[in-house]
DNA sequence: ATAGGGTTAG
């Protein structure tokens, strides 16, 4: 029962209602007076007086029940049910919602039902998918109506945040046989996107297919999207495959989307494999845009070949396409990334005189540069400076500042950037606290390391794989390995993956130690969990080895890199000259090195 | 509903 059903104390006489018909519907007709009918209460919205009537005739429930079964107009019913439920502050059952969404359906109130529902979706949190499932079917015997009602659920529950609700509502629908719009499951991929959930994103995929969904350009480029987040180029490409054997058209977005992907997860040749599908791209008679041109500038200055990415800035004018804020930005970025500040000044300079307004991002890509060559004394001016002019500094300006002053040493100065940014109203997030937990890692401040850490937690901040690294890398340069491991433990329990940076760092601090045996292990444990030995994996073990005297057990770790494909870099080189050259071994792949020595 | 720029870890 209700916790207020005791306010409905009065004789309901059920024998009063007459269901059957539509029309007379006089509830409350004991005597002969005639009454006003209560759907003349409702569309007159006589509130009082229907309430006085309810005090007096029965449970608000059953009338809706009556409403529902005299099959009344939906919308008087839907009134009536908004207006009983704030008045009583009562929930009505799950079926007689579910009668009402079916009545909403059969008559095409479609917009008042996307409203019902978001308010369901937003409210109700302690109804299952599986029971509103059950009462959804049982509550109508239109079968496309049923369908419509799963499908703005889905899109209901995606509009409040709830992806995993949406998610079960689709999976449910197709236990049901109840068909879903391309729309609603479009909308429900990219929510999976956006949380990275990829393997939710392929079933879906496949489940749309399964169910003859018809799955749009919209469809594969989410999906693509989602491949592409994750570092799954190769399958990415497949898609783009498929989309040709389905006859599906490629768009400027499909191209753009894996372009992108090749830029930012790509490893070695990742801009030779994006030029290709630039190619590709060109062939498919897809005219590259802005956006294109901005994503391949924005690859080569991160894969710090700036003069590729000028010719691509040329090429771009050539085309007759013009260079936006982003554009100038990224060229920014990649002058600064180089040390040269004066010429991102001339670019600066440049976009302001073709009227193009500098952001704060471009604010942001200058500040790093003058942090990064440790200019604190100008980075705080230029800040100042820009800040004076109106440019609002974000959340990674005051991380990029607080970065520079941790890196130098200045924890007290970095704490009072902490301090103002949040007078100023920007909240610090995780990266704030990476930096600052960095540089009191530097310090060798464990103490102060695990108090800023549970600060952060305590502050509704989860820590994310960064902030784990930072705290190996602390427990480690203590002397402390062991300890190390027990992050890397608790990270996993906290369902964070450890990634390559984590085992290297860890095997690094084993390796310090002198014990070899347990960095192997650590190896062992990686390769287990899927992460594949990397360049740097080599150079720690080597580098390890090399301490040990085992200068035999070096060069085979060496010959199995190359064998592995991996390219040694110049820290290998560096490891090698240092470790064995000079010390008068000289090892297999020495050739090898050689060049890579000279590159 | 899907594509581009700025911060933190080896």
Redesign the pocket.
């Given at each position: 029962m209700h916790p207020r059903s005791n306010l409905f104390h009065g004789k309901f006489r059920l024998g009063n209602f007459c269901p059957q018909s539509k029309h007379a519907f006089r509830p409350f007709s004991s005597d002969e007076t005639p009454l006003p009918t209560v759907a003349e209460l409702i569309s007159k919205q006589l509130w009082k007086q229907l309430k006085s009537h309810l005090l007096n005739g029965g449970p608000a429930t059953t009338l809706l029940q009556q409403l529902l079964d005299s099959k009344t107009d939906p919308d008087l019913t839907l009134r009536y049910f908004k207006w009983s439920q704030k008045e009583f502050n009562l929930s009505h059952s799950l079926e007689n919602r579910c009668k009402l969404l079916h009545s909403l359906a059969n008559a095409k109130r479609y917009s008042k039902m996307r409203s019902f529902l978001n308010d369901f979706a937003k409210y109700e949190n302690s109804v299952s998918v599986s029971s509103i499932f059950h009462a959804i079917s049982i509550c109508g015997d239109s079968f496309s109506a049923t369908s419509l009602i799963a499908d703005m659920l889905v899109k209901a529950y995606l509009y409040n945040m709830k992806t995993n609700l949406g998610f079960e509502v689709f999976k449910r629908a197709g236990d049901y046989g109840y068909k879903l719009s391309?729309?609603s499951c479009?909308?429900l991929?990219?929510a999976l996107?956006?949380e990275n959930e990829i393997e939710n994103v392929e079933y879906v995929f496949k489940e749309m297919i399964r169910r003859k969904i018809e799955v749009?350009?919209?469809?594969?480029?989410?999906v693509i999207?989602g491949l592409c987040k994750v570092g799954k180029l190769n399958k990415a490409s497949d898609v783009i495959q498929d989309m040709k054997a389905w006859g599906i058209l490629r768009?400027?977005?499909?191209?753009?989307?894996l372009i992108?992907g090749y830029?930012?997860k790509g490893r070695i040749g990742k801009m030779y494999k994006a030029d290709a599908i630039l190619k590709e791209m060109i062939a498919s008679e897809v005219r590259p845009?802005?956006?294109?041109?901005?994503?391949l500038i924005?690859g080569f200055?991160?894969d710090e070949n700036v003069p590729a990415a000028m010719k691509v800035f040329k090429e771009m004018q050539t085309q007759g396409l013009k260079?936006?804020?982003?554009?100038?930005?990224?060229l920014i970025?990649g002058l600064c990334?180089e040390g040269r500040i004066d010429e991102a000044n001339g670019f600066l300079d440049e976009m302001v005189r073709l009227d193009l307004k500098?952001?704060?991002?471009?604010?942001?890509?200058l500040?790093?540069g003058l942090?990064?060559k440790g200019k604190l004394k100008e980075a705080t001016d230029f800040f100042d400076d820009f800040v004076k002019k109106g440019i609002a500094?974000?959340?990674?300006?005051?991380?990029?500042l607080i970065?520079a002053y941790c890196?130098g040493g200045r924890m007290e100065d970095a704490f009072a950037l902490r301090e103002s940014m949040i007078n100023r109203g920007i909240l610090p997030?995780?990266?704030?606290?990476?930096?600052l937990i960095?540089g009191l890692g530097r310090e060798g401040n464990i103490r102060v390391v695990r108090k800023v850490t549970s600060e952060m937690l305590n502050k509704g901040l989860k820590a994310?794989?960064?902030?784990?690294?930072?705290l190996v890398?602390a427990m480690c340069k203590e002397g402390e390995s062991r300890k190390a491991a027990r992050v890397l433990d608790e990270m996993v329990k906290t369902g964070i993956s450890p990634?390559?940076?984590?085992?290297?760092?860890l095997m690094?601090g084993y390796c310090r130690e002198g014990n070899l045996r347990a960095a192997l292990n650590v190896r062992t444990q990686m390769e287990k969990e899927g992460n594949r030995p990397?360049?740097?994996?080599y150079n720690?073990l080597i580098k390890g080895l090399c301490m040990k005297g085992k200068l035999e057990d070096a060069n085979a770790l060496l010959n199995d890199m190359l064998e592995k494909g991996l390219i040694p870099n110049r820290t290998t080189y560096e490891i090698v000259k240092e470790e064995m050259l000079e010390k008068g071994f000289v090892p297999d792949i020495q050739g090898h090195m050689y060049s890579i020595s000279g590159s």
């Amino acid at each position: 029962m209700h916790p207020r059903s005791n306010l409905f104390h009065g004789k309901f006489r059920l024998g009063n209602f007459c269901p059957q018909s539509k029309h007379a519907f006089r509830p409350f007709s004991s005597d002969e007076t005639p009454l006003p009918t209560v759907a003349e209460l409702i569309s007159k919205q006589l509130w009082k007086q229907l309430k006085s009537h309810l005090l007096n005739g029965g449970p608000a429930t059953t009338l809706l029940q009556q409403l529902l079964d005299s099959k009344t107009d939906p919308d008087l019913t839907l009134r009536y049910f908004k207006w009983s439920q704030k008045e009583f502050n009562l929930s009505h059952s799950l079926e007689n919602r579910c009668k009402l969404l079916h009545s909403l359906a059969n008559a095409k109130r479609y917009s008042k039902m996307r409203s019902f529902l978001n308010d369901f979706a937003k409210y109700e949190n302690s109804v299952s998918v599986s029971s509103i499932f059950h009462a959804i079917s049982i509550c109508g015997d239109s079968f496309s109506a049923t369908s419509l009602i799963a499908d703005m659920l889905v899109k209901a529950y995606l509009y409040n945040m709830k992806t995993n609700l949406g998610f079960e509502v689709f999976k449910r629908a197709g236990d049901y046989g109840y068909k879903l719009s391309v729309l609603s499951c479009n909308h429900l991929l990219s929510a999976l996107v956006k949380e990275n959930e990829i393997e939710n994103v392929e079933y879906v995929f496949k489940e749309m297919i399964r169910r003859k969904i018809e799955v749009d350009v919209s469809t594969f480029n989410i999906v693509i999207n989602g491949l592409c987040k994750v570092g799954k180029l190769n399958k990415a490409s497949d898609v783009i495959q498929d989309m040709k054997a389905w006859g599906i058209l490629r768009n400027i977005i499909t191209y753009n989307t894996l372009i992108a992907g090749y830029c930012k997860k790509g490893r070695i040749g990742k801009m030779y494999k994006a030029d290709a599908i630039l190619k590709e791209m060109i062939a498919s008679e897809v005219r590259p845009n802005e956006i294109t041109f901005n994503i391949l500038i924005d690859g080569f200055c991160k894969d710090e070949n700036v003069p590729a990415a000028m010719k691509v800035f040329k090429e771009m004018q050539t085309q007759g396409l013009k260079p936006n804020v982003v554009t100038y930005n990224s060229l920014i970025y990649g002058l600064c990334s180089e040390g040269r500040i004066d010429e991102a000044n001339g670019f600066l300079d440049e976009m302001v005189r073709l009227d193009l307004k500098p952001n704060v991002a471009t604010y942001n890509a200058l500040l790093n540069g003058l942090c990064k060559k440790g200019k604190l004394k100008e980075a705080t001016d230029f800040f100042d400076d820009f800040v004076k002019k109106g440019i609002a500094p974000t959340v990674i300006t005051y991380n990029t500042l607080i970065d520079a002053y941790c890196k130098g040493g200045r924890m007290e100065d970095a704490f009072a950037l902490r301090e103002s940014m949040i007078n100023r109203g920007i909240l610090p997030d995780v990266s704030t606290y990476n930096c600052l937990i960095g540089g009191l890692g530097r310090e060798g401040n464990i103490r102060v390391v695990r108090k800023v850490t549970s600060e952060m937690l305590n502050k509704g901040l989860k820590a994310n794989v960064i902030t784990y690294n930072i705290l190996v890398e602390a427990m480690c340069k203590e002397g402390e390995s062991r300890k190390a491991a027990r992050v890397l433990d608790e990270m996993v329990k906290t369902g964070i993956s450890p990634n390559h940076v984590t085992y290297n760092t860890l095997m690094d601090g084993y390796c310090r130690e002198g014990n070899l045996r347990a960095a192997l292990n650590v190896r062992t444990q990686m390769e287990k969990e899927g992460n594949r030995p990397n360049v740097v994996t080599y150079n720690v073990l080597i580098k390890g080895l090399c301490m040990k005297g085992k200068l035999e057990d070096a060069n085979a770790l060496l010959n199995d890199m190359l064998e592995k494909g991996l390219i040694p870099n110049r820290t290998t080189y560096e490891i090698v000259k240092e470790e064995m050259l000079e010390k008068g071994f000289v090892p297999d792949i020495q050739g090898h090195m050689y060049s890579i020595s000279g590159s």
